[in-house]
Each structure stands twice: as C-alpha cells, then as structure tokens.
C-alpha cells in the first residue's frame, strides 16, 4: 500500500490553504475580468476561447486545446500561466520523452545511502504540457494519476501537488504526422476541450502592428496569484445548482450512452465536470445559481472529446460536437428550479 507523504518545500509546493472566509461571487467575477482582460491582449478576438480558459482554471479542471498548428494555442496556455502569480512548468512532449521525464524520479544519494525524490515539472501550479500527443501512450499516461488525484505515486510512495492544480495541454489534430491518439481515460480528465481557430481579418491585421518587433506574453504581469484563485474555486462551489437542473445534468450525459452513432459515451465523472463548469459560467455572469442556458453553453466543450463514435457514424461524416448539440435539441428543458 502506497504511503501519502508531502513534498518538503525546498523540493516543491504543498498544497495551498484557502482562506477560512471565502470571497464572494463579485469578487469571483472582478478577477475572472482581470485575468480575461490581461489574456485578451495576446489572445486577439477570441472571447469565447478566454472564457472557456476561465471556466477551466476556476473550475479546478484541466483544458485540452486542439487545432491545426500556428494558432496561438501554446500562446493561449503560456498566457493563462502568466496572469496567475503562482509556480509554472512547461513540458515538450516528443517521442523520447520518459513517464520519469514528467513525474520525477528517484535518484540514489551515496552519501546518505537512500534515493532521493526528485520532482518533475508536473510539480507545479500550472503544467503547460505542449504537443501532449507527440509523446507515446507510455508517457501520455503518466498524467493520469496526477489530473485526476493530484498526486504522484513513485516507488510506493505518493506526493500531493499543489493547489490549484491544473493542465493545459495543447495537441494537433490525429491526422497530423507523428501524433498519437490520447488515450479514452486520458480525455476522460480533461473537463474541457476547445479549438482556437483561426483569428478574423481585423485580428491577424492587429497582429501584424507590432508583433516583428516585440512579444506580447513579454508585458504580462500576474493580476491574481495561487492562494486567491484556490479561495475563488472554494467559492464558486458555492453557486446553487437546482435539482431539477440536477436531474437534466444527468439527463444529458445518460443521453450519450444510448445514441445509435455513439459506442462509447460520456463518464460519470463527466456529469461532475459539467455541473462545476456551469457553476463558473454562473458566477462570471454574476448570478449565484445555474440557468439551463450555463449547462447548454457548456455542453459541447465539456462531453464531446469524451465520446467515441461508431465507424458509420465517421463513414457519414457526423462529429462529437454536432452528436451533443443534437441531443441537446431533442431534450425538454426544465423551467423554474
């Protein structure tokens, strides 16, 4: 049985305390706006993306960008890192990279006759894990234990990570050369997964003012730091989520398993996942309970990476994405609650 022990500081962060007063949900959104206005600058005309990017971090979850490559997405992660005060990392992943490259390894000292932890990046607040599907499944599912328990277990011994925890993982697309597919567990972690796009005429000309002469992620500056941002996630917890809305939750995910285009649907743990994300959406817009609207908005992003498709269902071109908005069209929204 593996034995739970803490990182001494000096190897790398404990988990953060919040605060025994929580701050409320204006509080909430007043960061949220100072982290998102700060992301906007380098980020140009993608305010869903940011969004998005908010809900994850404040949520306590882990976002998977995808798209093609040159379009900001290791920009959009290395933005969000710098904007919170707090211990970050940057993994390349490639061929050649080892699960010990990640999580640490245990080294022996011969001057004390004993091996020595020594922590990998993934000990960090934010983990940029770049190009995730470079690397070889071997590797890719080194993150496992650590995305979903916060925690990495190295020769029967486990080390709790800091607090927040969250990944930002950027991939290309499978179709891609020298990509592997993420392994169904793995996606199953992500609590969302987005594509950036390409920017419209006006943004790309905006990029083209000063972008030869100076980097933008050079100007920012931390708005916000750890310790506030695990106070905020405590806090969003807090926004009501009705029953009725509960059971339509529910509804959804369970709807996922039983489409004829589907043979693998969404996880339990993606009911979870949606419900936070919706008490985000919540709280950014001001409002101490959850409305159909949060849950729908939210819908694609949060299940569609999880589900697999039949091979009829690719063979008539039909997407995860377009899968979900159709059930969503199909079930009775509940009122009131």
Do not use: W
């Not at 806090?235 to 004829?260: F, G, K, N, Q």
Request: glycine residues 6%; proline residues 8%; aromatic residues 4%.
């Amino acid at each position: 049985m593996a034995q739970r022990v803490d990182l001494d500081p000096a190897q790398g962060p404990g988990p953060v305390t919040p605060s025994a007063e929580l701050p409320d949900l204006e509080t909430v959104r007043r960061v949220a706006g100072q982290i998102g206005s700060a992301i906007s600058q380098v980020v140009l005309g993608k305010p869903e993306v940011v969004r998005l990017a908010l809900i994850a971090l404040l949520a306590e979850g882990h976002l998977l960008i995808e798209d093609v490559p040159g379009t900001g997405k290791t920009v959009l992660a290395k933005s969000l890192a710098r904007t919170v005060d707090a211990t970050v990392s940057r993994v390349q992943f490639t061929p050649d990279l080892m699960p010990s490259d990640v999580t640490g390894v245990s080294v022996y000292d011969r001057q004390t006759s004993r091996f020595d932890f020594r922590p990998g990046p993934v000990f960090a607040n934010i983990v940029v894990a770049d190009e995730i599907n470079r690397a070889s499944p071997k590797t890719q599912s080194a993150l496992l234990e650590c995305m979903e328990e916060r925690q990495v277990t190295v020769d029967g011994t486990s080390y709790r990570l800091a607090r927040p925890f969250l990944v930002l993982a950027t991939q290309n697309p499978v179709e891609m050369e020298g990509t592997y597919p993420l392994p169904e567990a793995q996606r199953d972690r992500f609590l969302a997964r987005m594509s950036i796009g390409y920017p419209d005429r006006s943004a790309e000309v905006g990029m083209l003012a000063d972008r030869d002469r100076i980097d933008p992620l050079d100007s920012l500056r931390p708005v916000t730091d750890a310790a506030t941002v695990a106070s905020l996630v405590d806090a969003v917890a807090t926004v009501h989520l009705a029953p009725p809305l509960r059971h339509y939750l529910v509804e959804i995910v369970a709807a996922t398993r039983s489409v004829p285009e589907v043979r693998l649907g969404a996880s339990p743990r993606a009911v979870l996942h949606l419900a936070r994300a919706a008490k985000v959406s919540a709280a950014l817009d001001g409002r101490s309970f959850v409305v159909p609207d949060d849950i729908q908005r939210l819908a694609v992003p949060v299940l569609a990476h999880r589900l697999l498709l039949t091979v009829e269902a690719h063979a008539a071109r039909r997407s995860a994405d377009e899968v979900v908005r159709v059930l969503l069209s199909r079930l009775r929204v509940p009122r009131g609650g």
